[in-house]
């Protein structure tokens, strides 16, 4: 899989990828899910959009990834978007339970025409990354909640895409494993150097992982503000239990708290 | 001393008493599964056996098992012939209800409209019993082997039609999202994702319909009677009945139990191929 270079400037230099601008969402002519949501996504952005339920996260995620057009607004992709610029990964795994791992994360190629043999190369490799190679022809239900997961991110970093997209991927796993495909999460992306939007309910899963946490409200669901997490990749167990760590938490915790009293 | 200094014992006779009795427990049932309906069988043979000789009923009227056996092997020839065309009839019902109603659901669920427009007749065809129609089928329909494959496709395609089309709808949405996102075209959907996790649906609407045919095959022997074509089971039946040849109709009729049972067996066998690998149903769990 080649890897995906891309600019290492600081936050704020990095070359434009996808833009929302003043994007709105009313659900049968009254229900404002999302409200003037502008948004620049640069390339190699680890952005969280983290908020209550009902804060227009997924409806984001949505739009973002065409599965949902917005009521008023655009989504503008830096040289237009073709097929292939996207991987998703949901809540939950979402596999095939009738294929194996191999046969999964085939699907995006298989999808695009492409067979087996063609790419057996490219999904044995990211199957490696995500330490699963061993599996690949096991099927789905002989595999734990976080091995599927790991498929389920295998299957979208497959195709290599200009922009990956988590809804909240980690939030069913207990906290050990979710520790673990955090810390995963982190070195994979250093690895390929791709950019993620990753919905989160945790304030510390989005500092740990993120760069830019965008702090969302709910009804109607809108962003309230963004902050920045400047502290350095790679981040491992000691940025965890860093002072450091816990300032961005507490400012992000109390960003939050703001987001939910916040009147609309 | 704290609680660490104290080695466990060794691990020698790691089976606990419920451990054992659970083991026994297991055996037992693997012998009862198949020991306890033979028993009952001998005994009810036995039973009728008894009564037959002890009543001193006429033949004609409940012959005893030695006499079912014996028109069995005597009729044989003839027995096996009418098992045949009653087999052949309903594994050709239950093909064309197959492919009638997988192709249908399949139809259905590409076109909303068509749906809208046809379901509710094939919910009509279905809760009208068969026995009504088939009289209507023979008056129309000149062959009687089309006549009779006509009834027998009646009954079995409805169970292949509805419990494909829950199936073909009960994708994860996650998944159909995930196909849409990767710019899916509509075969490329119902190839990789509707048919296979349409299967289970499938096979268990298929298990149902494979009754269901042995049944319209029956029925519709019975309506439409012997006209040159050979007879099959049913036929044989009423007409041993006729003749007051309880004995033959007894034989017929195990024949075609035996059949039906032969039928849900291979159904149920293919069930457990396709899905063996990946279908929660086939799964053997662990204690």
Not at chain 1, 238 to 262: G, I, K, Q, V
């Amino acid at each position: 899989m080649a890897v995906r270079h891309q600019d290492i400037h600081p936050l704020g230099q990095r070359a434009p990828l996808l833009r929302l601008s003043h994007v709105d969402k009313i659900f049968g002519g009254d229900v404002v899910a999302l409200r003037d949501m502008t948004l620049q996504v640069n390339q190699g952005d680890f952005i969280s959009l983290l908020g209550p339920s009902g804060c227009g996260k997924s409806t984001a995620l949505r739009i973002i990834s065409d599965l949902m057009h917005p009521t008023r607004g655009r989504v503008d992709w830096e040289g237009g978007q073709g097929q292939g610029d996207l991987g998703v990964v949901f809540q939950e795994p979402t596999l095939m339970p009738w294929a194996t791992v191999a046969q999964n994360v085939w699907l995006p190629f298989r999808l695009a025409g492409k067979s087996y043999g063609d790419v057996k190369d490219d999904i044995l490799e990211v199957l490696r990354l995500v330490g699963l190679e061993k599996f690949l022809n096991a099927y789905p239900r002989e595999l734990s909640g976080g091995m599927k997961m790991r498929v389920s991110i295998a299957r979208a970093i497959a195709t290599n895409p200009r922009l990956i997209l988590m809804d909240e991927p980690f939030a069913a796993l207990d906290e050990i494993t979710r520790h673990k495909l955090n810390n995963d999460l982190l070195k994979l992306k250093a690895k390929i150097g791709c950019t993620v939007i990753f919905v989160t309910h945790s304030v510390f899963e989005s500092v740990f992982l993120s760069d830019r946490i965008v702090v969302m409200a709910a009804r109607p669901g809108r962003v309230l503000t963004e902050l920045t997490v400047d502290a350095p990749y790679p981040r491992g167990e000691d940025f965890r239990t860093s002072p450091e760590y816990a300032a961005h938490a507490r400012r992000a915790s109390e960003a939050l708290r703001d987001a939910m009293e916040e009147p609309a | 001393m704290t609680l660490a200094d104290t080695p466990p014992p060794p691990l020698t006779d790691t089976r606990d008493e419920d451990e054992i009795r659970r083991a026994r427990a297991a055996r037992i049932e693997k012998i009862a599964k198949w020991a306890l309906p033979v028993v009952m069988l001998t005994l009810t043979i036995a039973g009728w056996a008894w009564i037959v000789t002890a009543n001193d009923i006429p033949h004609y009227i409940l012959p005893g098992p030695d006499r079912v056996w014996g028109s069995l092997v005597e009729d044989w020839g003839m027995l096996i012939d009418a098992a045949f065309l009653t087999g052949w009839i309903t594994l050709l019902a239950l093909i064309l209800a197959v492919v009638g109603g997988a192709g249908l659901a399949i139809l259905f669920n590409q076109s909303r409209m068509l749906e809208l427009s046809f379901y509710p007749y094939a919910v009509i065809l279905q809760v009208t019993p068969v026995v009504s129609i088939a009289p209507l089928i023979f008056i129309y329909v000149d062959s009687k082997v089309a006549g009779m494959l006509l009834c027998a496709w009646l009954v079995a395609f409805f169970p292949v039609l509805s419990s494909t089309t829950l199936g073909l709808n009960s994708v994860d949405h996650n998944l159909r999202d995930l196909f849409r996102i990767y710019g899916a075209t509509r075969w490329q959907r119902l190839r990789y994702l509707q048919l296979p996790a349409a299967l289970p649906y499938f096979l268990g609407g298929l298990k149902i319909a494979g009754g269901l045919s042995l049944i319209g095959a029956v029925v519709a022997e019975l309506v439409a009677g012997t006209g040159g074509i050979g007879s099959g089971l049913a036929f044989r039946i009423q007409e041993a009945g006729y003749r007051l040849n309880i004995a033959r109709m007894f034989a017929a009729l195990a024949l075609v139990a035996a059949m039906g049972v032969f039928i849900f067996a291979a159904l149920s066998v293919l069930s457990h191929l396709l899905l063996r690998k990946w279908h929660e149903s086939a799964l053997t769990r662990e204690r």
